[in-house]
């Protein structure tokens, strides 16, 4: 983060920079998809393909520590906030 912009730094020290506003997701999120696809080409694979919605939905689902946490503030739609207490 710099000035309200996710910085994102490649491999040839490149940087890429997005005003976190317009994500639709949190900082947290989009660690997590980075992360995730920056380290496995197989996902990635998928990623590229007709399963890449579903494949960032599921990376993207928060672990049990995450949810009792309470600091998750995103939900797949078959979960709610009600339903996790």
Do not use: C
């Amino acid at each position: 983060m710099h000035q309200g912009d996710a910085v994102i730094t490649l491999k040839n020290r490149q940087e890429i920079r997005y005003p976190v506003g317009y994500l639709p997701m949190g900082m947290r999120q989009l660690e997590r998809i980075l992360n995730t696809f920056s380290t496995d080409r197989q996902l990635r694979a998928k990623f590229s393909g007709p399963e890449a919605v579903s494949t960032a939905l599921t990376v993207l689902e928060p672990t049990e520590e995450e949810r009792s946490g309470g600091s998750w503030t995103w939900y797949s739609s078959g979960t709610t906030a009600k339903n996790l207490q």
